[in-house]
């Protein structure tokens, strides 16, 4: 299988990349189309999870398949100390106390959190269009 993930995990424990500048470009992909697309940006987070992936890499430690790898969260996820609408005016000002298990585990594997990503109303719905937002859009390709 030819994963995506392999790939750059690959390229990342051969140096052909850093994962700061992975974590960057791909800041940089998503920050001109926030609109309808992400809820928060989580640049500082990224930025200092990747430096800590590529000082375990330059000191020759082994980096788990996942660990620099980026990802988005659906903003129904907690991340403590982060906002978590649920794209819902009930919760416009709520930062979580806690990270959801799901996302715990992932940030346990090393992979970086990028943004928190629009949804439906508290993840109901499949129109993609029932948040406070406005539609869902794709930030790497917002058509």
Do not use: R, W
């Not at 994962?19 to 940006?41: F, G, R």
């Not at 990802?71 to 649920?86: R, W």
């Not at 990503?117 to 390709?141: L, M, P, Q, R, Y």
Request: include cysteine; charged fraction near 15%.
């Amino acid at each position: 299988m030819d994963s995506q993930i392999l790939k750059i995990h690959q390229q990342l424990v051969d140096k052909e990349i850093t994962c700061t500048a992975l974590v960057q470009d791909k800041l940089a992909q998503l920050k001109p189309n926030t609109h309808n697309t992400v809820n928060a940006m989580l640049d500082s987070i990224a930025l200092d999870l990747a430096a800590k992936v590529d000082a375990k890499i330059a000191n020759g430690e082994t980096v788990g398949l996942l660990e620099g790898i980026p990802f988005g969260i659906k903003d129904v996820y907690m991340v403590q100390g982060t906002l978590t609408t649920a794209s819902s005016n009930l919760l416009k000002n709520y930062k979580a106390a806690y990270t959801a298990t799901a996302i715990q585990n992932l940030l346990n594997a090393g992979a970086i959190p990028l943004v928190k990503e629009n949804c439906d109303s508290f993840g109901h719905g499949s129109s993609s269009e029932n948040t406070i937002f406005g539609a869902v859009k794709n930030a790497i390709n917002p058509i």
